[in-house]
């Protein structure tokens, strides 16, 4: 049996705290017994096990970083230095996805699948899934975490359909079938499948009875626009979830109420929100923003101390409608795709946000084109923007224009827009690319 607090995700944050650093101090205790890396760590930092009693204490331990983990693994194939249990106690391998570099391997014991198993479990109910949904899955199964959704959605009793990706016929047929009313996958899937149904089944997304979008994987999902566009589309709700691969599938889930990612796993992680230019530590209120660190305090295989996601996310407290106190979340980018056009940080989902506002007459799809190594760039920023079908050659100069306006007056950056035909930019099953580096 894996130690739970029962309302975890039901109590404030700070209600959690006693409880928190019970598991806190056995699990300092635990990593510096058996892992190389932290106990280097810790020797680096001038501290022991002893020195980490609070929460608060925690800021006297260096941060964890994902190139710190690939070096680890380099070091010590397959698992790595900061493993904290053997391969013979693992009983699954899974992978980050590896956007940013090599990617890196996590290991789970039994007691690790189990608390995972348990958090997902959370993520399905806090979208008001049960029972009798039927959820057909349309991300990866492979190395992907997110494949252990499926863990959750049988402890939860719900029917698990297993697509994953390059299937799209299957998954349409698999919803008509089964008469499916959840789909599980990425915000720009969710975009490409509608224009497949459209293509090749002649009808329209909505038709399908589709009655939860759960998306995560990239961020999109908490974009106004485009979760308007996919809503209008499906006829769904569209709820929003967030995770990391190092540290658990999905720890924010957003409830009907649409108002925000409630976290959800306090009694198995620790989130510390810090500056990202300075790396000290924010308290938690309301309107906060800043980037998300995460401590495990309930984990054998991969027992990251303070990691540093690269997630900036914004805070919102307070008592959801839905009655849940725990504290909220909306991720507005991430430090590692971030822009600085002329000292102003753009993110790239931002940008795709501003265009897809000008639908019906642009498609919602765009490419970020780059001539010199990220994140510096020189203005103007060329993006390249697919237009819908039978505009004449004034309305797209005048398309062009007021886009540009915008993003000027919305984002504070001066773009260079390039108008393409509807079909031109590719679509993506996984995560979108939306940033190209060409001449670099």
Known sequence: MILKFENAFNEPYVELKDFQEIKLRKQIKYVYENSPFYREKFRQAGISPDDIQTIGDLEKVPFTTKDEIRESQRIQPPLGLHAAASLEDVIRVHSSSGTTGKPTYVGITRHDWDVWTEILARVLKTHGIGRDSRIVFAMGLTFFVGSSMKDGIERLGATFIPIGTGASERVVQSIQDFQADVLLCTPSYASYLAEYVRDH????????GIKIMS?????GGGLPEVRRKIEQDWGCKVL?????????PVLFSECPEQDGMHFIGSDFVICEIIDPKTGKTIPIADGVEGELVYTAIDRECCPLVRFRTRDLIRVKTGECKCGRKSFRIRCIGRTDDMLIVRGVNVFPSAIKDVVSSFRPQVTGEIRILLKQKPPLVHPPLPI??????????SEQSALKKEIESTLRSKLIFT??????PKGTLPRFEMKAKLVQEINV
Request: net charge negative; proline share 5%; glycine share 10%.
């Open 201 to 208: 089944f002649h009808m329209e997304p909505k038709d399908l």
């Open 215 to 219: 998306v995560g994987g990239e961020p």
């Open 240 to 248: 929003e979830a967030m995770g990391n691969a190092d540290m658990a």
């Open 384 to 393: 390249q923007v697919e237009v819908e079908d039978g505009l004449t050659e």
């Open 415 to 420: 773009s260079d827009v390039q108008l393409v």
